[in-house]
């Protein structure tokens, strides 16, 4: 499947089983309490959002501070972003993702994930450490 093609079924399929859930939860619980909970998420998210926040943006100093790369808090800043948004949207299904983007031991999981599967890969020319190097020096002539 293409990209494309992921990204417009994610966006039909979300929203359907976003209102599916809060019926059935409704069915369940109450609209009442149902309401209440997906302010509530929406709260906790906020509040989640800053305090991982904060706490990326001062590893990403003390790193810098230390005179060293901060690859894995420069990843981090924008999966604690989505992960906030998806929070702040109403609906369980968003929650769910959003909570998984918050919680520092996933976070960090996922940003690994990304660093080194598909960063380091793309930056390095698709470079593997079992290939060869040719070492060489070259001129320019006119």
């Not at 859930?21 to 989640?48: C, H, K, Q, R």
């Not at 299904?93 to 909570?99: I, K, M, Q, Y």
């Not at 380091?120 to 006119?142: F, L, Q, W």
Request: proline share 6%; with cysteine.
């Amino acid at each position: 499947m293409k990209t494309f093609q992921i990204i417009l079924l994610l966006c039909l399929a979300i929203p359907f089983a976003e209102i599916y859930l809060l019926l059935e939860l409704g069915s369940i619980i109450g609209p009442l309490a149902t309401v209440g909970l997906v302010v509530f998420t929406a709260m906790l998210g906020a509040w989640l959002l800053k305090q991982q926040g904060l706490e990326t943006f001062r590893r990403l100093q003390d790193s810098l501070n230390r005179g060293e790369l901060p690859a894995y808090e420069m990843i981090e800043g924008p999966i604690i972003m989505v992960g906030g948004a998806l929070l702040l949207t109403p609906g369980f299904v968003t929650d769910c993702l959003g909570f998984i983007c918050l919680v520092p031991s996933w976070r960090k999981k996922f940003a690994r994930y990304l660093l080194e599967k598909h960063i380091i890969k793309t930056a390095s020319g698709n470079y593997s450490p079992a290939s060869p190097v040719i070492e060489g020096e070259y001129h320019k002539e006119d």
